[in-house]
């Protein structure tokens, strides 16, 4: 009887270890479809046998890489156009400080207050006659006059003749003596942020810029975003540049608001079968190809990568994401991948081997073939 016993025990144990066996042998088989091991090349939107929609793959060759290119200039182009606007002359507004003389009548004068006296604190007002939040302003012998919305010159002309209710033939002169009305704003990446008075000079884009200091060494030329009456404009200086447009002819208006993005906040990941995953960040330009990102992630890692299977994740978390493919084992390739520009939140992904696949599953399964020869010895 204990023969019998033996015998039944050790047929045990081998079923247990059979089974174990076969479901490694399944586990290995199943790797091949396993998410995200391969990817397939569909060129159109198709469905699974589930029915679940499969995401579209676009293979990155030169004329996806020329048609994207024109989809973006086309797009820049009309964005810019709807910012490029003549000059207009300054008119007054609420807050604006004036000096007015009347020649030959020095006592006129004194009502803007003591000739050299400066301001006490920054944001006080120059000596001068101030408009008020009505856009009137008040002058001896001539009460208030409604000025928001003239030209210092329409003032003058205005004051001369309600002057000569008083005075025989007075000559006047009206000059801004502060700027206060109106202003911009200018956030982000530059060195000095903060509000620009708007003057007599129309305010450029690149006047902007220099005015608050220049871009920071961690600004993103590219992907600047001007807010103009509810509605933000996605700016591209390097795009600009490169078109030839003049960046001077973009002129601000009262109340825009300029931001700099960081490059930090641009950045594409970079993972998979790479030297060194990393959150890849745009140059200095504003610009990132798919070759300058891999470069930063320490290019391919020739044990373990599948240069065949290099993929860009665009929008992911969109309703329609994108998925780029680029068979990188060619030298042609490269030079595609140097053309291939990415957008900020981009996934580089760079997939492994057949050889590594097949090692990591079988180190999930080692743990419980381990286990299972364990039992079996142990059962014996």
């Known amino acids: 009887m204990e023969a019998v016993s033996n015998v039944l025990a050790k047929r045990s144990g081998m079923n247990r270890l059979l089974a174990v066996m076969l479901a490694a042998c399944a586990g290995l088989s199943g790797c091949a479809v396993a998410p995200g091991m391969k990817m397939s090349t569909p060129t159109a939107m198709s469905t699974s046998e589930t029915g679940t929609p499969l995401v579209p793959i676009a293979t990155i060759d030169a004329a996806l890489i020329a048609r994207m290119k024109d989809d973006l200039s086309r797009t820049s182009s009309n964005q810019i156009q709807s910012l490029l606007t003549s000059p207009e002359p300054y008119v007054l507004g609420k807050g604006d400080v004036l000096q007015i003389t009347v020649w030959d009548h020095p006592e006129l004068g004194l009502a803007q207050g003591p000739v050299g006296q400066a301001a006490t604190r920054p944001f006080d007002p120059v000596p001068g006659f101030v408009i008020d939040q009505d856009g009137n302003l008040d002058f001896p012998y001539v009460g208030l006059i409604h000025v928001e919305g003239l030209k210092p010159e329409q003032v003058q002309r205005s004051l001369a003749v ?219």
């Open 162 to 380: 309600a002057l000569t209710r008083v005075f025989i033939k007075p000559q006047v002169t009206v000059r801004i003596a502060s700027f206060r009305a109106k202003q911009v704003y200018v956030d982000g990446e530059v060195h000095v942020p903060g509000a620009l008075p708007l003057n007599d000079i129309p305010m450029t884009l690149y006047d902007a810029i220099n005015r608050a200091g220049g871009f920071a060494s961690t600004a993103d030329q590219s992907r600047m975003v001007l807010v103009r009456d509810g509605r933000a404009y996605p700016l591209d200086l390097t795009g600009m540049l490169e078109k030839g447009l003049n960046p001077a002819k973009i002129l601000l208006r009262n109340g825009d608001f300029l931001r700099v993005n960081a490059r930090d906040e641009n950045g594409v990941f970079v993972m998979g079968e790479v030297n060194k995953p990393v959150t890849a960040l745009p140059m200095k330009n504003g610009r990132l190809t798919l070759s300058e990102a891999i470069s930063q992630a320490g290019s391919l890692n020739n044990a373990t990568a599948d240069a065949s299977e290099v993929y860009v994740i665009r929008d992911s978390m969109s309703p329609a994401p994108q998925v780029f493919h680029l068979e990188a084992r060619s030298p042609v390739s490269m030079i595609l991948a140097n053309q291939f520009e990415l957008n900020p939140r981009d996934i580089v992904y760079v997939d492994g081997n057949g050889l590594v696949r097949f090692s990591r599953v079988l180190s999930l399964l080692l743990p419980a073939v381990n286990a299972a020869l364990t039992g079996a010895i142990v059962t014996k």
